[in-house]
């Protein structure tokens, strides 16, 4: 909590710094041009300001996340700040050509639209052109974004930013903030793009595929070097090299490990909700794959004296699975009760196991929901199972109708928002 409390400064700080640096004041009086020219130049130099730190926080710096909440927090402050950014820039506009029409229709056009020899002017048109074409599917204006679409439409936004840049620094911006913003968006870049293929991504070997259902496997990975350390829970990016498969080799996606920390073997289950989660089906053992992280806090103990209520929807299983594949051996301590919410017994994937293990740690309470059996879950089957809910820690998983769901009911019986802790991904 305390990191993430710097990290927020941090971020408010290095937002604030070029408005505060840029040496505006408040106009005086009522001039309708003077304050729509203020507010044309504080929109553009808060939009190029958040379009950079979305920028700086796409860096995806294993250890880092956790001083922005997790990887997931860190990501939907990124989307926020470049969605923020955009429609700052489109007010931008707005103000500029505004500032203009109070004088005539001419003049607001000019503004707006010069002769090409204003330069300065069009590069902040490239970088808003730049800015739509690769935001568009990330904000869903037409459909859901492919993924491999997405993934490459996001290269021009080093060049949105660059433009957007040149745009401000030709205008006359006090260069020094641009400069330090700018340095750290492409140390960002570098590092993403660049240098984590090569030096951040370990080397790891299929020694297992087991089915655990239709369209669910989990593999079992061996290292070839140095294996990665992991807490209860956490995620990390996989890059499948293996040249037979239908879909996505070379292509890097999220996935939740499900086995237990200082385990001689990563395990991660995965559920064909995709193409490439479709083809990781068929991998073979003996296949190459990279392996990024890890990343996230999702399990991190918020009050360890209070008792522990996770609800794993699905493939949300998997970090839950973690946790109490960590508890083997021990016990819960605080108490832990797992809800495995799945359509039927045959969506129970680790179902043996967990009850296995269920019976074996101390402390450990397994409930499997079904829902075709049960119907939806609600407060009643909550406290039937668990009459102590609204006193516990809880954790969710799974998809966002279930996690939205979930969050509702508890909320409504008085559980504290600071008390309900949720982890999905979305484009990550």
């Excluded at 300001?49 to 001083?67: E, H, K, N, Q, Y």
């Excluded at 890890?294 to 103990?301: A, C, Q, R, S, V």
């Excluded at 680790?350 to 740690?361: F, N, V």
Aim: charged share 15%; aromatic share 10%; hydrophobic share 50%.
């Amino acid at each position: 909590m305390i990191r993430a409390r710097l990290g927020a400064l941090v971020l408010v700080a290095l937002v604030l710094l070029p408005l505060l640096a840029s040496g505006l004041h408040q106009p005086h009086g009522a001039d309708t041009t003077a304050v729509l020219s203020w507010l044309a130049r504080a929109t553009g130099v808060l939009s190029l300001t958040l379009m950079l730190m979305a920028g700086v926080l796409s860096i995806r710096l294993p250890g880092l996340d956790p001083w922005f909440g997790g990887l997931t927090q860190m990501w939907f402050i990124h989307h926020l700040m470049g969605w923020s950014g955009f429609m700052l820039a489109m007010i931008h506009v707005w103000m500029v050509a505004g500032s203009a029409l109070t004088l005539s229709l001419d003049a607001a056009v000019h503004n707006l639209f010069p002769p090409l020899a204003y330069w300065q002017v069009w590069a902040g048109w490239a970088s808003l052109a730049a800015l739509l074409i690769f935001l568009a599917p990330t904000f869903k204006f037409f459909h859901e974004p492919a993924y491999r679409r997405w993934k490459r439409l996001h290269l021009l936004s080093a060049l949105a930013l660059l433009l957007g840049l040149v745009h401000a620094l030709a205008l006359g911006s006090r260069p020094w903030p641009w400069l330090l913003l700018g340095t750290l968006a492409l140390a960002a870049y570098v590092w993403r793009k660049l240098l984590s293929p090569r030096i951040a991504r370990l080397d790891y070997q299929v020694a297992e595929v087991e089915t655990l259902g239709s369209g669910m496997v989990e593999l079992s990975l061996s290292p070839e070097g140095a294996p990665l350390r992991h807490g209860p829970g956490q995620f990390v990016y996989l890059t499948p090299l293996d040249p037979t498969l239908a879909d996505g080799r070379g292509e890097e996606h999220p996935y939740t490990l499900s086995s237990a920390p200082g385990a001689p073997r990563l395990r991660i289950g995965i559920k064909a909700l995709g193409d490439a989660t479709q083809a990781i089906q068929d991998i073979r053992p003996g296949s190459r794959m990279q392996v990024e992280g890890p990343y996230g806090e999702f399990l991190t103990p918020r009050d360890p004296a209070r008792p522990a209520l996770w609800l794993g929807g699905g493939i949300g299983i998997t970090p839950f699975v973690s946790a109490v594949r960590a508890m083997d051996g021990g016990a819960a301590d605080p108490p832990v009760h797992l809800f495995n919410l799945v359509n039927t017994d045959a969506d129970a994937y680790y179902r043996p196991e967990l009850e296995r293990l269920a019976e074996e740690i101390p402390g450990l309470t397994l409930t499997i929901h079904r829902w075709e059996q049960d119907g939806v879950l609600d407060i009643a089957y909550l406290a039937a199972h668990c009459p102590d809910f609204p006193r516990r820690e809880v954790w969710i998983c799974g998809p966002p109708v279930l996690t939205q769901h979930l969050t509702a009911i508890l909320r409504a019986q008085g559980v504290p928002r600071r008390r309900i802790h949720s982890e999905a991904f979305n484009l990550l």
